[in-house]
């Protein structure tokens, strides 16, 4: 009984847990500009490779 009472007061595991949401946070943040910056890209793309087409039809 002892151990678990020790486990539920000690604070290090708290650290650890904040750590891993902050990380994750960063993660999540990360992924969502990597997809709207490529989203943007092959939007760009797209639209200069069909301008080059219509360019060589005429």
Request: glycine share 6%; no cysteine; charged share 20%.
């Amino acid at each position: 009984m002892e151990k678990i009472t020790r486990f539920l007061r000690a604070e290090d595991a708290a650290i650890t847990v904040d750590w891993i949401v902050l990380a994750t946070a960063v993660i999540v943040m990360t992924m969502g500009v990597f997809l709207i910056v490529t989203e943007l890209l092959y939007e760009q793309a797209a639209e200069g490779i069909g301008d080059k087409v219509l360019e060589a039809q005429s």
